[in-house]
């Protein structure tokens, strides 16, 4: 069964510092999505990132770059030089495409609240 | 198309009642997601329709849940005697399928409060 963990229940950082957010997964399958969702205090959740499998590249959006290496299982997050609209609960999740059932297996969140 | 919308956005109700929520996907969508949310928990998958059929039901889907989407649009999702721990949140996605991103959109949330 795949799983997803976020061992970082809740960080604070203060305004400006950079911050990388840890995700681990587990999964048996070689074909697999994860991705990145933020979800604010209004409580909708908000797309970032989404890497498939196969792709080991790096990438960075503005602030926000994200780290896979499959080797580790690992696919984490860093906000450079946060601000505090960045405060929010970010999700980390897994989807198995095998048998085309797309369902996202989420792990427990990571709180992140930046300090002015 | 504004994105997915959920109504309605808070249910309180006693427990014993049966609630209904309602979900409306993107327009051009063809799949849409269930999930529940806990308080401190990630979202939790609970069934899903390619256009009307419901293809998988998780086990956390009891008897008491059932969802509907009769027309390949909207979809409704019934709590039947409403017990107090079904106290959450109630996320709807939808998604194109084939698709090139896998992505999903997902609505506000319904949040229920089972007294």
């Known amino acids: 069964a795949q799983k997803v963990t976020q061992a970082q229940t809740e960080i604070s950082v203060v305004e400006k510092e950079d911050v990388t957010l840890d995700c681990v997964y587990e999964t048996r399958d070689t074909t697999y999505y994860l991705f990145w969702y933020k979800q604010p205090p209004s409580g909708e959740l908000v797309f970032l990132i989404r890497r498939n499998s196969f792709d080991e590249q790096n990438e960075i959006s503005g602030r926000y770059s994200w780290n896979f290496q499959k080797s580790t299982s690992s696919f984490n997050f860093t906000i450079t030089a946060s601000q505090v609209v960045d405060s929010a609960v970010y999700f980390c999740a897994l989807s198995e495409v095998n048998f085309g059932n797309e369902k996202l297996t989420f792990g427990t969140g990571t709180r992140l609240t930046i300090i002015p | 198309d504004t994105g997915v919308s959920q109504d309605p956005r808070h249910k309180i109700t006693k427990r014993g009642q049966n609630v209904t929520f309602r979900c409306d996907p993107i327009s051009e969508h063809n799949r849409l997601y269930w999930y529940r949310q806990t308080l401190g928990q990630g979202p939790e998958f609970l069934t899903y329709f390619q256009n009307e059929a419901q293809l998988e039901k998780s086990r956390l889907l009891s008897d008491r849940f059932s969802a509907e989407r009769p027309k390949g649009s909207f979809s409704t999702l019934e709590i039947q005697r409403t017990e107090q721990g079904d106290s959450a949140m109630y996320l709807c996605?939808?998604?194109?399928?084939?698709?090139?991103?896998?992505?999903?959109?997902f609505g506000p949330g319904t949040r229920l409060t089972v007294t």
């Open positions: 996605a939808s998604s194109h399928f084939p698709g090139q991103t896998y992505e999903q959109y």
